[in-house]
């Protein structure tokens, strides 16, 4: 029996590949393309939400899909539901499964999270995860391209849309992991308090020793408070291969010993 012919690019689209276990994502070539915030969050659900992982996943705004592949196939996680609300960037996630052979661990769902009822039952899913649009909506020049625009900035949804449609898909018990700007700490933290997930662990990003944190990521749980722990700084670049500290750059490459 014939192998089954995978997808190709298209002419705007690129194939790429991330992380240690071979995953590869179609991405247009001039739209919104993911960046390293995809791997740290997958690899911060993957450590720090461990008691929540052990049940079905939700990712919030999927995108081309990165996050819920490294979860899959990086870290042994999920099977991982991938809710998109464009419906090109959702088919390109579609044909990205067929790419990294995840028919059976990842599902995409095209919908908007601001209707969350409308896609998945309440209280269905042990881990929710996302890696929303960052800038707010009113906050510097809107990008001319929609795809961009909103993958980017809050034109579509908002920090709160995420958190009540992370509280609303989650179980008791279960957790949400998220990444946003370390400027926004204090907005998210409280959203998240109100909304009864209940921030355990902490973790600001720093592109170097002795700068100024870039981005956070935080670990919630629905209706349990036990405290929150603030893990050291993860420090990005440093003397490890392509110029990563040796943190990151082991979560980026197979070892050469792996590699064909």
């Known amino acids: 029996m014939p192998e089954p012919t995978l997808p190709e690019p298209g002419p705007d689209e690129t194939l790429d590949s991330i992380g240690t276990a071979g995953v590869r994502v179609l991405q247009r070539r001039t739209g919104y393309r993911f960046t390293l915030d995809a791997v740290l969050l997958a690899h911060f659900a993957a450590t720090e939400g461990t008691g929540a992982s052990s049940g079905r996943m939700l990712?919030?705004?999927?995108g081309s899909g990165v996050v819920s592949f490294l979860l899959v196939k990086q870290f042994g996680l999920g099977p991982v539901d991938a809710l998109e609300l464009q419906p090109a960037v959702?088919?390109?996630?579609?044909r990205s499964v067929a790419l990294n052979a995840c028919e059976m661990q990842v599902t995409p769902l095209l919908g908007d999270l601001r209707r969350i009822r409308e896609h998945v039952s309440g209280g269905e899913y042990a881990h929710v995860v996302s890696n929303p649009p960052f800038r707010l909506a009113d906050a510097g020049v809107r990008s001319p391209d929609d795809e961009r625009a909103v993958s980017k900035s809050e034109v579509a949804c908002d920090a709160p849309a995420v958190i009540a449609a992370a509280r609303h898909a989650l179980m008791p018990g279960g957790g949400v992991s998220l990444v946003y700007p370390a400027a926004r700490a204090a907005e998210v933290l409280g959203l998240l308090s109100q909304a009864k997930l209940h921030p355990t662990v902490l973790r600001f990003v720093h592109a170097r020793v002795g700068a100024p944190?870039?981005?956070f990521l935080v670990h919630a749980l629905r209706d349990r408070?036990?405290?929150l722990a603030v893990r050291p700084p993860l420090i990005v670049h440093g003397e490890a291969p392509g110029g990563y500290s040796a943190e990151v750059a082991a979560l980026m490459d197979p070892p050469l010993?792996?590699?064909p």
Request: charged share 35%; hydrophobic share 35%; no cysteine.
């Open 257 to 259: 010993a792996q590699r």
């Open 59 to 62: 990712e919030l705004g999927a």
């Open 225 to 227: 408070d036990r405290g």
């Open 213 to 215: 944190a870039t981005r």
């Open 90 to 94: 959702h088919a390109r996630l579609t």
